[in-house]
């Protein structure tokens, strides 16, 4: 028998979410079950393209808008056929965030830029205001209504031990799921 191909699981939400939190807890939590699992994240600040976005975010340079999307696709096209790859090597991969934050943080740029001017900030980076990440959030509940997708949706106001608990039953699902299907397209 072949072997059976690994699931893609990807974490998305708003800043502070603790989805890096979760993602490194769940591919943790998989190994010791005795299932092959890594993370990745998106950006991936590494490469030559995550580079450009990570001085873009840290407002070091600016990018029109088009430009810096297209960036971020590039960014996570690079690594394709790796992921591809190992998930056909039975390798499930744990991915902190991935092309619905490209969707999301995108078509969350019409909000009006003198109402996030001056609000309360999160971090230091570009888009860490709470007006842009609730515009976000409205973005990602749309994008969750898409049923070629499969969406749950955690609560993550709760300790870090309950919703990693949830996550890893519904990744584990997920996983033996994916085993005995084929590795499909995104929005195709
Ligand atoms: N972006 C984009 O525009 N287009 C794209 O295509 C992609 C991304 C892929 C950088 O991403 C920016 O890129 C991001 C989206 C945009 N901009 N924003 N906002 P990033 O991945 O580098 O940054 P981030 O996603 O915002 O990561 P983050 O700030 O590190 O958030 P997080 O991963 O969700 O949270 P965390 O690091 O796991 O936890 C944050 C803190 O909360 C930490 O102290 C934890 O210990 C704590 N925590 C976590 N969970 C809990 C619970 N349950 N209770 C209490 N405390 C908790």
Known sequence: MGVRRGALIVLEGVDRAGKTTQCKRLVQALRDSGKEAEMMRFPDRTTMIGQL???YLE???NLEDHTVHLLFSANRWEQVPLMKKKLEQ?????VDRYAFSGVAFTSAKPVNPAEVAGR???GDERYETSVFQRAVQQKFEQLIKDPSVNW???DAARSIEDVHTEIKTLSENAINI??????GELWK
Do not use: D, H
């Not at 039975?90 to 744990?94: A, D, K, P, T």
């Not at 994916?178 to 590795?183: G, K, S, V």
């Open 90 to 94: 039975g390798i499930s991969l744990v």
């Open 53 to 55: 976005i990570s001085s």
């Open 152 to 154: 749950k949706v955690i």
């Open 178 to 183: 994916a085993e005995n299907q084929p590795i």
């Open 59 to 61: 407002k070091k340079s």
């Open 120 to 122: 309360g900030g999160f």
